[in-house]
């Protein structure tokens, strides 16, 4: 970054004319290395038939793909992805964890960032990877489309660096996807309209298969080939809507060396816990007898008492030189999973996580910001029909950070209300700490259920420091919440259990090696401490990745200015950006 940087700003050096000359274009978009490339897709959404569980839905596609194309790139490289709109529904598509420097026209959410595709319209995302190297991933962040319209995108190191690990002889993503026997854009609608909590799905998936478990699926059940001795690549995304996942492959280790497009600290687990959002890359030797294996991804559901899919996928590690009787015969080695609610677990996991060396931690802090982060009940509005308020004793599901329930504009995105000083679209007093305080954890009182609704954001100047304590509620019901920041990495500093407390939790803080993520997973009942820099202008959504809280509300942006300079200032809109 930093060499990328000087390159740029001495307008002399020669690889400056170079790409004056060479490629003008890019120079609004990017900071182009001397191997960067640029790559062009064409993704058109459309309706497919595909067959799960015995039966046939019209899913929302990419390229009649599911999962999507998988998108392949080095650090530095340029996305131009043309969108085309060939379904009936609105869509957007947002690049979960590209940092999008200046590019937020590019990030995606809809009216956030943009206002939606329409059916028959089209839109072109331009924008460069910039230090940052793993596994991220696409998908559709409109109504529930994602649940069909994801894929993985690869961030490989720039053309003659290498991965600061031995090169693994095979790489193979594994896209966690959970699967509705229904059309999942209904199945949101329906709790819209019912105010109760929607329907769970139906199936787990790895790369789109629902594996051996389930019916009508153990022909297609993915198979990943492996060589006895070899050491390979696994790049693990959470792709579910809703749901937290355990991940293991019986017998065998893995060792996590990555995460959200950052590389971490190896260490060694049998077991991983990713929430929707998350990503982790994993290194696993064959070193087992030739034989079947399955790698299995069932719940981490830490709400007691709530619903939830209980069913297990599975797909199968294969050696290769396994004869018949272990490959065609003999039933593959299934792992022990952890029970469902097994939080020791998925905590002794998520608090493994280190840089693998000494990072700059933020230090000064400009915003010091408290968060509450939950769920709520709104009472029934005088008049409503019952129907319409199905949730717990005659309510409607509600989630609020600091109590807003968060309301997405209709008329412009927030980006270009805030750009072209468009008023009335969003007020700028998004609170810095809870209304009211108390014990967030214990039995809250009835009379602090439920929300308010409102389009808040908090600002910040380019370049401010913010510390945020996520802080979860047992309002309804604690709960572990997949956090996820648009337009940065934060690091995660801290994160424990109960009320956070300044006096004594602060001793807790990791300064020196914490790890660099874009969705932190929110304990049960806890809290978790992130830093980050301002330094990218724009609007950035914050919110849960369970797409359920996302539907009631448990969301809030970030406005961040404009700093001093081209390099410190959004780019213009693209000619070609949906408006309302
Ligand atoms: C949700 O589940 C209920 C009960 O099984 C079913 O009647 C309803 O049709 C489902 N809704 C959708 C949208 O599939
Ligand atoms: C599979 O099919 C059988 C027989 O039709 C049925 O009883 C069972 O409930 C199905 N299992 C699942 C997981 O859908
Ligand atoms: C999943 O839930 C169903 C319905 O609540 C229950 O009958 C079944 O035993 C559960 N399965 C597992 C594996 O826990
Ligand atoms: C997990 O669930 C089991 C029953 O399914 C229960 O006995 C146990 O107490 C639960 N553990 C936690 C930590 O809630
Ligand atoms: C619903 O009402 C019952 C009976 O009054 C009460 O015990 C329960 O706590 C209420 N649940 C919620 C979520 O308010
Ligand atoms: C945009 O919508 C909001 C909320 O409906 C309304 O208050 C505002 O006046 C609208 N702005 C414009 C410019 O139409
Ligand atoms: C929670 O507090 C309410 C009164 O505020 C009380 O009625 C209820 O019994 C308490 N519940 C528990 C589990 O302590
Ligand atoms: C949220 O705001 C509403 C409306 O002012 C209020 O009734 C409720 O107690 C507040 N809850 C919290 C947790 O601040
Ligand atoms: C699609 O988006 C437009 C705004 O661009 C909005 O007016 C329309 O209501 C949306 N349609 C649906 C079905 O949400």
Not at 50 to 75: D, F, Q, S, W
Not at 144 to 171: C, D, H, N
Not at 230 to 248: H, I, M, P, Y
């Amino acid at each position: 970054m930093e060499a990328l940087r000087s390159k740029y700003s001495n307008p002399f050096s020669s690889f400056f004319f170079f790409y004056f000359f060479s490629a003008v274009f890019l120079i609004f978009h990017a900071l182009p290395t001397a191997d960067a490339k640029t790559h062009y897709h064409d993704f058109v959404v459309q309706a497919t038939p595909v067959k799960r569980l015995c039966k046939t839905h019209n899913a929302i596609t990419v390229n009649g793909m599911y999962p999507g194309p998988t998108l392949e790139v080095n650090n530095g490289d340029t996305l131009v992805v043309n969108v085309v709109n060939r379904a009936r529904y609105n869509v957007t598509i947002h690049w979960h964890g590209v940092r999008q420097i200046r590019t937020g026209w590019a990030d995606g959410p809809d009216f956030v960032t943009q206002c939606p595709i329409r059916p028959g319209g089209s839109y072109t995302y331009r924008f460069t990877i910039q230090g940052q190297e793993g596994t991220l991933w696409w998908h559709a962040h409109s109504s529930w489309l994602r649940a069909t319209v994801y894929g993985a995108l690869i961030i490989r190191p720039k053309e003659g660096e290498s991965y600061p690990f031995p090169k693994p002889k095979r790489e193979t993503s594994l896209l966690l996807g959970e699967w509705w026997d229904a059309n999942p854009v209904d199945v949101v609608r329906q709790a819209t309209r019912t105010g109760a909590a929607p329907n769970v799905s139906d199936a787990y998936t790895i790369n789109g298969q629902p594996g051996d478990l389930y019916n009508c699926s153990s022909k297609e059940t993915i198979t990943v080939p492996v060589d006895s001795g070899e050491t390979n690549l696994l790049r693990v995304v959470n792709s579910a809507l809703n749901q937290q996942l355990f991940f293991k492959v019986a017998n065998h280790k893995l060792t996590v060396v990555g995460a959200d497009a950052s590389y971490v600290k190896p260490f060694t687990t049998s077991v991983l816990m990713l929430g929707p959002g998350q990503t982790t890359d994993v290194l696993i030797t064959a070193d087992q007898p030739p034989a079947r294996y399955y790698i299995a991804a069932r719940a981490y559901a830490s709400a007691q008492g709530a619903p939830f899919d209980n069913t297990t996928t599975t797909a199968i590690l294969e050696y290769e030189s396994a004869g018949c009787p272990a490959k065609c015969v003999v039933k593959p080695v299934m792992p022990a999973m952890p029970a469902f609610n097994d939080t020791a677990t998925a905590t002794a996991f998520t608090t493994r996580f280190r840089s693998p060396r000494r990072v700059p931690v933020p230090n000064n802090i400009d915003h010091n910001l408290f968060f509450t982060v939950g769920l709520g009940l709104n009472n029934c509005p005088p008049g409503a029909r019952p129907r319409n308020c199905q949730g717990p004793n005659g309510t409607r599901f509600a989630a609020s950070m600091n109590n807003v329930s968060f309301v997405l504009p209709s008329n412009f995105s927030l980006l270009q209300a805030h750009q072209q000083g468009i008023p009335g679209v969003f007020t700028t007093d998004f609170p810095a700490n809870p209304p009211v305080q108390f014990d967030y954890t214990g039995n809250v009182s009835r009379s602090l259920w439920q929300p308010v609704r409102g389009t808040k954001v908090y600002k910040l100047k380019y370049g401010e420091t913010v510390q945020l304590v996520l802080q979860g509620t047992s309002i309804f019901t604690a709960e572990n919440h997949p956090i996820h920041l648009h337009g940065f990495d934060f690091y995660i500093i801290a994160e424990g259990f109960g009320n956070f407390n300044p006096s004594r939790d602060t001793a807790k803080f990791n300064l020196v090696d914490p790890p660099l993520r874009n969705t932190a997973s929110l304990p049960v009942g806890g809290w978790t401490v992130i830093r980050f820099v301002a330094d990218n202008p724009g609007v950035w959504l914050l919110h849960c990745h369970l797409d359920v809280h996302i539907t009631w509300g448990l969301a809030m942006a970030f406005l961040v200015e404009n700093g001093v300079g081209e390099l410190q200032t959004l780019e213009p809109p693209p000619a070609d950006l949906p408006v309302c």
